[in-house]
């Protein structure tokens, strides 16, 4: 037997995919699409409106970038000390390089 499944997707909805080679997205690619969910501003919508809602994007972007960055350094730290305290200096030194 074989299930079939039917899917109702709203107009305009869209599917995105981003993929990488040999090394995970960064903080900055990341904030790009974290500001594509965020801020949305319709083709239709007044001048002056699209460039406001374009400058608060970028804005979102970056606030969303610095604090991720900050994220993973402080996550960093935390697999640093817990390496340090399993006994395993050397390889705690070589995760604080990244």
Request: hydrophobic residues 45%.
């Amino acid at each position: 037997m074989i299930a079939a499944m039917s899917i109702d997707f709203a107009p305009g909805f869209k599917v995105g995919v981003k993929t990488t080679d040999n090394r995970g997205l960064t903080p900055a690619e990341l904030a790009s699409m974290c500001g594509d969910k965020i801020v949305q501003v319709a083709d239709t919508a007044p001048p002056a409106i699209r460039e406001q809602a374009h400058a608060f994007k970028g804005r979102v972007e970056s606030v969303v970038a610095h604090y991720m960055k900050l994220a993973v350094q402080n996550d960093r730290v935390t697999v640093y000390s817990a390496l340090v305290d399993a006994g395993h200096p050397e390889l705690a030194e070589l995760v604080r390089r990244l």
